[in-house]
T-cell receptor, first 109, second 115 residues
Framework: KNEVEQSPQNLTAQEGEFITINCSYSVGISALHWLQQHPGGGIVSLFMLSSGKKKHGRLIATINIQEKHSSLHITASHPRDSAVYICAVRYENTDKLIFGTGTRLQVFP | DGGITQSPKYLFRKEGQNVTLSCEQNLNHDAMYWYRQDPGQGLRLIYYSQIVNDFQKGDIAEGYSVSREKKESFPLTVTSAQKNPTAFYLC??????????????FGDGTRLSIL
């Protein structure tokens, strides 16, 4: 069992749909990251959060520290959102990240 | 523009050869990291460095070596001792501050294959 669990593993959607990707972890953390990996392999950091909610454009990330759970939402999805979305957590008192296996999203026009 | 440059994008190695993957950053970050990505698995930490001339083993350091002679550069050598080197390798960097969270910036990766 991974220390960081993501669901679903694969997700397909029609353009315009609202997307939710979930991330659960098992121990106390100091921060949680959402990353986007493009088909070519490069990774972009989307959010880093330790509480509450952050919004950037059509992307929204939330975290519930008590429940050890985070969600990444994409509103009005578009084919260019197609990518692998990766959740990573930083445990307390360390600067190492533990990564989930990713959620592969495909948005069709 | 500031960022992380990994080269080459694709690399082929013969059995028994050592190869070195390049990672350069111009973000003035203190910390640098090497990760390995395999299909169906999360990124795993190979080595990391928080300051010049110092580095620590990550979770899967066996068969790899690194150096940190300059702040901007953190090359990774995949040695012949690494029995299963075929993978996608990602380099990252961040500001280092043990008292606060810093985002990691990633390069575009190098895909290594065995001939």
């Amino acid at each position: 069992k991974n220390e960081v669990e993501q669901s679903p593993q694969n997700l397909t959607a029609q353009e315009g749909e609202f997307i939710t990707i979930n991330c659960s972890y098992s121990v106390g953390i100091s921060a949680l990251h959402w990353l986007q990996q493009h088909p070519g392999g490069g990774i972009v950091s989307l959010f880093m959060l330790s509480s509450g909610k952050k919004k950037h454009g059509r992307l929204i990330a939330t975290i519930n520290i008590q429940e050890k759970h985070s969600s990444l939402h994409i509103t009005a999805s578009h084919p260019r959102d197609s990518a692998v979305y990766i959740c990573a957590v930083r445990y307390e008192n360390t600067d190492k990240l533990i990564f989930g296996t990713g959620t592969r999203l495909q948005v069709f026009p | 523009d500031g960022g992380i440059t990994q080269s080459p994008k694709y690399l082929f190695r013969k059995e028994g050869q050592n190869v070195t993957l390049s990672c350069e950053q111009n973000l003035n970050h203190d910390a640098m990291y090497w990760y390995r990505q395999d299909p169906g698995q999360g990124l795993r930490l190979i080595y990391y460095s928080q300051i010049v001339n110092d580095f620590q083993k990550g979770d899967i350091a066996e068969g790899y070596s690194v150096s940190r002679e300059k702040k901007e550069s953190f090359p990774l050598t995949v040695t012949s001792a690494q029995k299963n080197p075929t993978a996608f390798y990602l380099c990252a960097s961040s500001r280092f501050d043990i008292n606060s969270n810093q985002p990691q910036h990633f390069g575009d990766g190098t895909r290594l294959s065995i001939l």
